[in-house]
């Protein structure tokens, strides 16, 4: 791999890891606003250990672990980071076990946003899509069942693989979704410490991370730049998090933009597991050109909310057409 395709693999990774941890970002934003400036730096402090080293360092080696029955622990991580042709060859083989389950994984993340949460839409007809359950569950069921089909003939592992990826995918949106319910009670009770707000916030990046480490490996299967790509990512996002999160919260279809990147992501994962090959660069390129799309578009609306919006002295006046001023 050359020096080109490394920079382009890191680049995609980092603007992937920031786009899909906005909602944990925000999340994160409204505790650390009960939280005591030292806590906060603690915050970003104890997220480099934990955040870049702890889970984006050690989650790619597990996975690639698990997704490798042929492999012991050892091995698996000797493979993670070993550049061996043998071993290298090995993990190939391998590869579309774990690139059915991530891809599982990121299309129904996608498929729950698009169905089930509230949002900001782009496109028309995509309002009348939302909060339907029964579409949801049915694509979900569509989804999976047709790849489980298609895997039978491949291998059972690869099969087995698309309903381990839909296990894990509803396991993490329970878990979101109790997180935001204790999130609440965090910022209203006063009896929560720092220390526990800030041991409660790392337990929620650790769920939130999988989905940005399953999508790393459309990316690239190697640990190294995927520590790399999505440990900046996650310090950005972190520093972003303490300063100025409000500022991203304005571009509203920034998140339009990182679930499209998590569908076109997922989608090449499982066409690079049933044999067709999509080249290296297509990924960093195409989730470049999405999030440019969206942030370009959120940016444009932005600016016409705020030349549209009046000034506050305007907003503020009284109507007096038709009333006639002076004493006489």
Not at 128 to 133: D, I
Request: charged letters at 15%; aromatic letters at 14%; hydrophobic letters at 55%.
């Amino acid at each position: 791999m050359d020096l080109f395709s490394i920079i382009l693999i890191i680049l995609g990774l980092v603007l992937f890891e920031i786009i899909n941890s906005v909602d944990n970002a925000i999340i994160n934003a409204e505790v650390l606003s009960t939280m005591s400036e030292r806590a906060r730096k603690l915050f970003l402090f104890v997220g480099i250990l934990t955040a870049v080293f702890l889970v984006r360092g050690l989650l790619p080696w597990f996975i690639i672990w698990i997704s490798s029955p042929s492999l012991s622990i050892l091995e698996a991580f000797y493979a993670a980071f070993s550049s061996d042709l043998s071993v290298q060859a090995t993990l190939e083989a391998s590869a579309p076990i774990l690139l059915t389950g991530s891809g599982v994984f990121l299309v129904l993340l996608f498929l729950h946003w698009f169905f089930m949460e509230e949002k900001h839409v782009l496109f028309r007809g995509i309002e009348s899509s939302e909060k339907r359950g029964l579409y949801y569950y049915a694509w979900m069921a569509g989804v999976v069942g047709i790849i489980i089909l298609l895997s039978i003939g491949k291998s059972r592992y690869v099969a087995f693989a698309a309903v381990i990826g839909m296990s894990i995918f509803l396991l993490m949106e329970h878990v979101k979704d109790k997180s935001e319910t204790h999130v609440k009670g965090l910022k209203t009770h006063t009896r929560f410490s720092d220390g526990a707000k800030i041991a409660y916030l790392e337990a929620i990046d650790a769920s939130f991370s999988v989905d940005g480490v399953l999508g790393a490996f459309a990316f690239t299967f190697s640990v190294p730049l995927i520590i790399i790509g999505s440990g900046i990512g996650a310090l950005v996002v972190r520093n972003l998090t303490i300063r100025n999160i409000a500022t991203i919260h304005k571009y509203r279809f920034i998140k339009n933009g990182a679930m499209y990147a998590i569908l076109f992501l997922g989608c090449v994962m499982l066409l690079d597991a049933f044999g067709v090959v999509v080249p290296y660069w297509v990924s960093p390129v195409v989730t470049f050109f999405i999030v440019a799309f969206f942030f370009g578009y959120s940016k444009a609306h932005l600016a016409k909310s705020n030349v549209c919006e009046p000034p506050i002295a305007q907003q503020s006046m009284p109507h007096t057409k038709g009333i006639k001023m002076g004493g006489k």
